[in-house]
């Protein structure tokens, strides 16, 4: 215990200094801002009851949410409360999509637990960011600064947008049924043009402070697990031809642009699939560069990691993935604090918050700062690279990313050449060029070479293993997990069952 505290108290003494840091770097510190970014959240109604979608998850005792099963409502809740306990007064709050659970066509009436899921944790936003949100407020008003995503967990089935009939014509009058439906949910919180481009086509544009318009994509329409393939289509809904008037309306009056969305245009880490149709890639990366001016952010979810991606030749900012708030995929629970230039609007830092689920109640972190983690000089396309390409060399000096990749889930690694190139390139064919010229491998700092590094790891853990069994030695459990009677109650507004 006096460990974990002291731990904590070398954490926040390094994310103290980085934002002072920063600071005295601008001169002054007001004119830095704070925006807060979630993604993933991922909450499930029905955990610990028989409609929960994994086995395991109708049958936990753990309040807080476990690993491989996503959110209650007692996390989402807990996750805001910190969010709001370590920064109170964000200039707006940024969530990448996936609200819902997964699987939620398996259920008997999704959409009203749709309806129910977007109720209850828009009302914990509300509760926790009244400055910021102030959900409910006639359209009319300024109103809330926070900015959603379309996530492919958020229709139903997931994936699943009909665009063949009415969401391809000429008229944004007409709407598509489940676009609809998630903005007569949100409705409370957009205004009237902004529900009109949700329910058209899942996309929308806001002035979040003066100078500054975050414009959110629907990125669904170019996922290669779209429903029904839409491919036929160069401009599905027509979201290019609006995104590139949206970017040069924003040129045109001197200001900036953060776009944000849910499934990013390259690779997952995981498997090597490919998130975007190439073509839709390419349309993208062509318009974002043409625009390098005006782009100030790209910022992204859905992998439920810690990633970027950074060509070292582009002008534009690179691609910024958010870690989940949902353990469903082995890691921990997140939300990010970035600081930003109130005059370039250009990304300083940003901190991530982190609370290790097998240790409940939760224990909220500064996991990490990404210019330190990393060792960028900078959060620009040019800085991320660099970085990456360091990394690359060896798997000592790959560790601090994946220390943080899942956010403290541990990781082994086993080939950093690998690691350099997915995180420096957007398509398959420019990864498995750039894997190629370096065979995915490389050399430890003082010359060991990876293989023979785990070989010898290998040999340890063999011994480690007789040793075990010779004297029937277990290892302790990383973390005391304590019973729900010692938890104290969530706390938050009263739920909507």
């Known amino acids: 215990a006096v460990m974990r505290a002291w731990v904590m108290v070398a954490q926040w003494c390094a994310v103290v200094l980085c934002l002072v840091g920063l600071a005295a770097s601008s001169g002054l510190a007001e004119t830095n801002g704070i925006f807060l970014v979630f993604s993933d959240i991922h909450y499930d109604p029905f955990y610990g009851t028989n409609l929960a979608e994994a086995v395991k998850c109708r049958v936990t005792t753990e309040v807080f949410g476990e690993l491989d099963c996503d959110s209650p409502l007692a996390l989402v809740n807990e996750t805001l409360r910190a969010a709001r306990e370590a920064y109170p007064n964000p200039d707006f709050i940024i969530f990448n999509g996936d ?10 009436d999704p959409k009203t637990v749709m309806n129910q899921i977007i109720s209850n944790v828009s009302g914990l936003f509300d509760f926790y960011f009244p400055n910021v949100t102030r959900f409910g407020s006639p ?11 379309v996530g492919n967990n958020d229709v139903i089935p997931g994936y699943a947008l009909n665009l063949t009939s009415t969401g391809l014509a000429n008229s944004t009058n007409n709407t598509v049924a489940m676009l609809k439906l998630l903005a007569d949910d949100w409705a409370h919180e957009l205004t009237a043009a902004e529900y009109q481009m949700l329910a058209y086509g899942g996309y929308f544009a806001r002035e979040v402070i003066p100078g500054l318009h975050v414009l959110s994509l629907n990125t ?26 949206q970017l040069a309306h924003v040129r045109a009056l001197g200001h900036r642009a953060y776009i944000v969305g849910h499934i990013p245009p390259t690779i997952s880490s995981d498997a090597f699939e490919v998130m975007w149709w190439p073509k839709y890639v390419e349309t993208y990366r062509t318009l974002i560069t043409s625009f390098c001016d005006v782009v100030a952010a790209q910022l992204y979810g859905h992998f439920h990691s810690e990633e970027f991606r950074a060509l070292p030749d582009w002008c534009a900012p690179p691609l910024l993935m958010t870690a989940s708030v949902s353990p469903v995929y082995d890691t921990n629970p997140s939300f990010r604090a970035v600081q930003f230039s109130r005059t370039t609007f250009a990304l300083s830092d940003y901190c991530v918050h982190s609370a290790p689920i097998n240790f409940q109640p939760l224990i909220w972190n500064v996991s990490h700062c990404a210019l330190a983690q990393y060792g960028a000089a900078s959060l620009t396309s040019a800085g991320l690279a660099a970085a990456a390409q360091a990394m690359a060399r060896s798997c000592d000096a790959l560790k601090p990313f994946l220390r943080v990749y899942m956010e403290g889930v541990p990781q082994v690694c086993t080939a950093p050449g690998t690691w350099g190139c997915l995180l420096t390139t957007l398509s398959l064919s420019e990864f498995a060029a750039c894997n190629a010229r370096t065979g995915g491998s490389g050399s430890d700092d003082n010359g060991v070479s990876v293989v023979g590094t785990v070989l010898a790891v290998v040999l340890v853990v063999a011994i480690a293993a007789a040793l075990a069994v010779l004297f029937r030695w277990r290892p302790s459990r990383p973390y005391e997990r304590l019973k729900p009677a010692d938890l104290d109650t969530p706390r938050g507004p009263e739920i909507i069952a």
């Open 139 to 149: 359209a009319v008003e300024a109103h809330a600064q926070i900015i959603i995503s």
């Open 99 to 108: 609200l819902a659970r997964h699987e939620m066509d398996k259920l008997a």
């Open 220 to 245: 669904i329409l170019y996922s290669t697990r779209h429903a029904p393939n839409t491919t036929v289509y160069d401009d599905p809904n027509f979201q290019f031809a609006w995104l590139q008037g």
